[in-house]
């Protein structure tokens, strides 16, 4: 299937980074948030973004009204009626999932293909709860949608071989390099990164070293581009114990149970930075 218009749900950082990504290669976006002001004030944010390439000389500014022109924000799903493909990125909570999936498969088009950007969730739970489980897959774009260069395609058991085709070549149309996996916890790079993430915490509680000695180490040794702790306070500790959590309910193995550690800081709001505050300190940054 020959894709031309993208739908996007939820307001986060992920949906506007994927809607940007769309629509500077050639794709019509509509980006569906719950509130007119979240639709605003996500076209706002992509507006920003392409404008700070034009100021760094990366992007023409007639590609970055192009880009603009095919990018429409809205607060009613019936909007997506018309998309080719819609990619949710919303709570990842699976009942919210589940319940949205439902929705779109009644307003959206026969032939649209549903997607997920979850990053761990069983995308089967998803595909059937609709009448298409055919045509629902994961598209895992990671964050900062703009700059990576990976999207994982997950194939659920469900999968079609067309809709995995179509939306291996989606990705492939936004510029990106796209793997095919299959539908497991935390599919290729969250079931690789988050026990080594685990590990770090595991080390540090033990007294190894200090997390800044870990960071260093990981970052002049392994060639990390950060180290464990400036990692988990970037995607989330939060983020990292939902993944954990995930990863163990499908492998019991005790190593993977989010260490103590992680759990404290998930308990006094210490989220990393988006609280202010996780392993390091960033209310005076």
Avoid: W
């Avoid at 498969?105 to 549903?114: N, S």
């Avoid at 970052?219 to 959590?245: E, H, R, S």
């Amino acid at each position: 299937m020959d894709i031309k218009r993208v739908g996007i749900v939820g307001s986060g950082t992920m949906g506007s980074g994927i809607a940007e990504v769309a629509a500077k290669n050639g794709f019509e976006v509509v980006l569906r948030s719950r509130s007119q002001s979240g639709a605003d004030g996500m076209v706002q944010s992509l507006e920003k973004s392409l404008s700070k390439q034009v100021d760094k000389g990366k992007l023409e500014a007639a590609d970055r009204d192009a880009a603009l022109a095919r990018v429409r924000g809205v607060t009613d799903l019936k909007e997506l009626a018309d998309c080719d493909i819609v990619i949710e990125s919303v709570l990842e909570d699976l009942q919210v999932k589940k319940d949205l999936f439902a929705e779109l498969d009644r307003i959206c088009a026969p032939h649209a293909i549903l997607a997920t950007n979850t990053s761990t969730l069983p995308v089967v739970e998803m595909a059937v709860v609709t009448e298409r489980p055919g045509q629902v897959c994961g598209i895992h774009f990671f964050n900062p949608a703009p700059m990576m260069g990976l999207v994982e395609v997950i194939r659920a058991i469900t999968s079609s071989d067309d809709t995995v085709k179509t939306a291996l070549a989606f990705a492939t149309g936004c510029g990106k390099s796209p793997v095919e996996v299959r539908d497991v916890a935390g599919f290729v790079v969250n079931a690789l990164l988050f026990p080594y993430l685990n590990s770090a915490v595991r080390m540090l509680e033990r007294g190894v070293a200090s997390q800044d000695d870990i960071d260093a180490a990981m970052k002049n040794g392994a060639n990390m581009p950060m180290g464990p702790f400036a990692l988990i306070d970037l995607v989330g500790v939060d983020v990292t114990v939902a993944i954990l959590d995930a990863l163990h309910d499908e492998n019991p193995d005790p190593y993977l149970q989010p260490a103590p550690h992680l759990r404290r800081m998930l308990a006094a709001g210490q989220l990393g930075r988006k609280s202010g505050r996780g392993f390091y300190d960033y209310s005076k940054r």
